[in-house]
Each structure stands twice: as structure tokens, then as C-alpha cells.
């Protein structure tokens, strides 16, 4: 089966399109969580999401704000602003569907969270030592995470249970050949790595292959659109830079 990886949307429609509109042939699509939060379309980005073939949908930590499941003193403070925008700008329908939402999915020898598996909605896998102390907690060969907004691979070695950080590679898929792995896809919506373009994935279950993928969106519209809705100018421009 190809399925398509998506992972901390963020409400950035325009993003989401541009990712749509590249990524073909795939039959099933798996979202790692944040559709909401920082971007200025949330009810739009949800109906789309939903709208996909084959959809596992996993919840964040900013959907969960939304839904008042969470203090928003834990966010920082531009993120708090958004979080407090979203609230008001959503829908009774998209706050149901993100109600429903779980934390922690497995297909075969996938695991999908959005954070780790130690902590699925909160703990940010952002270095090789953080990962090598959550290879221990889930049973499957690969783990699926977000969260971090950052594209990366982690690999556990044997039989050290060491860990090594590999850089994502644009240019050629990467086969999974039974090693473990913990995987981020990087972001759709908000990327971190220095690179606005959108991130995303592609994943043969069968024939184990994974591929990083980028693909250049109109930053330029989702930046007017956030001024328009008054959302923080910092949220704004940091999509120009990918920070
Ligand atoms: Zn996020």
C-alpha cells in the first residue's frame, strides 16, 4: 500500500494544497496530528483532511488546546495567541472531529504518534539521545512522529541500542530493510529546518520504501492570509524562513 505522510498542518491551507497537488498514486493517507493551531485556516484544513482516502488522523498537542483539554500557559506566547484565535475561529464540526481523534496508531510494523511514544501529544524527539531512549517503548520496527516540524531519521544500531541521526534525502527514497527506525516527516504547514517549503512523505508498506519530499507553496498568500485574520506577525514571517 503508498500512503501518503502528513504530519503538522497547522492550518496553513495553502500548504496542504501544494502537498495535495504533488504527491500522487497513493491509496491511504496517515496525519500525524496538529491540524490546527498557528495558520489561519483551520476549519478548511480539517474539512480537507477529512476528505482524504483510507485516513488515520492522529491527535497533537495544539488540537488539544483547541479542544480546551490543555492550559494554553504551556504554549509560548505567540503560539497562545493563535491557540486563542483557533478557539473562536473553529467550528462546532471540526471540534468534534478532533475530539475523536487518538494519540498512538500501529499498522503491521508502523507506529504512529505525534510526539513519541513515551509521551505521544507532548515530547519532541529532537535529538538521536531522546530517541534512543523510545526505541525501547514501542514494539514495531519503524515509529511515525511530528511534533518537532523537523524532516529527520533516527536509527537504532545493533546491538548497541546506540542511536544515529540521518539527514532526510530529497533525492533518492530510502529503503527500510528491518532496521529500526523513528521518522519524522517534517511539517506541512510550519516547517523548522531552515527550508519554508512544505514537507511531507511517501511510504511503500510493501515494498519498504520511504520517501522525504518537498514541494514550494504560495508563502506569500498564507502570510496575507494570517495578517488579514490578525494572527501574530512572528507566526507570520517565520514561514518565510522556515524557523
Ligand atoms: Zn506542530
Known amino acids: 500500500m503508498r500512503v501518503l505522510i502528513l504530519s503538522d ?6 500548504a496542504l494544497e501544494a502537498v495535495l497537488a504533488d504527491a500522487s498514486g497513493y491509496e491511504a493517507v496517515w496525519c500525524l496530528g496538529d491540524l490546527v493551531g498557528y495558520g489561519p485556516d ?13 485516513l488515520t ?22 503560539a497562545s495567541l493563535a ?14 472531529y478532533l ?11 508502523f507506529t504512529l504518534v505525534h510526539g513519541s511514544p513515551r509521551e505521544p501529544v507532548w515530547e519532541y524527539i529532537l535529538d ?3 530517541a534512543r531512549e523510545n526505541f525501547p517503548l ?18 537504532e544500531t545493533v546491538p548497541s541500542g546506540d542511536c544515529l541521526e540521518e539527514p532526510p ?13 523513528i521518522i519524522n516527516p517534517g511539517s506541512v504547514g510550519q516547517p523548522r529546518d531552515s527550508n519554508p517549503q512544505a514537507a511531507y512523505a511517501l511510504l511503500d508498506t510493501e515494498a519498504l520504501v520511504w520517501e522525504h519530499r518537498r514541494v514550494p507553496y504560495d508563502v506569500l498568500e498564507t502570510q496575507r492570509r494570517m495578517r488579514a485574520a490578525q494572527l501574530p506577525e512572528r507566526l507570520v514571517q517565520r514561514l518565510a524562513l522556515g524557523w
Open 9 to 14: 498542518i497547522h492550518a496553513n491551507r495553502v
Open 42 to 54: 483551520p476549519n478548511e484544513c480539517v474539512e480537507q483532511v477529512r476528505s482524504l482516502p483510507q
Open 57 to 78: 488522523c492522529l491527535v497533537g498537542n495544539h488540537d488539544k488546546a483547541v479542544l480546551g483539554e490543555v492550559d494554553l500557559g504551556v504554549f509560548n506566547f505567540d
Open 83 to 96: 491557540l486563542r484565535w483557533t478557539r473562536k475561529a473553529v467550528s462546532e464540526e471540526t471540534l468534534d
Open 99 to 109: 475530539r475523536r481523534l487518538p494519540e498512538w496508531e500501529q499498522f503491521g510494523e
Open 128 to 130: 538521536r539521545f531522546i
Open 138 to 155: 514501542f514494539k514495531t520496527a519503524y515509529c511515525l512522529v511530528g511534533h518537532t516540524h523537523t524532516p529527520v531519521i533516527y536509527r
Open 169 to 181: 534525502s530529497y533525492a533518492r527514497p530510502r529503503a527500510l530493510n528491518g532496521q529500526r527506525l
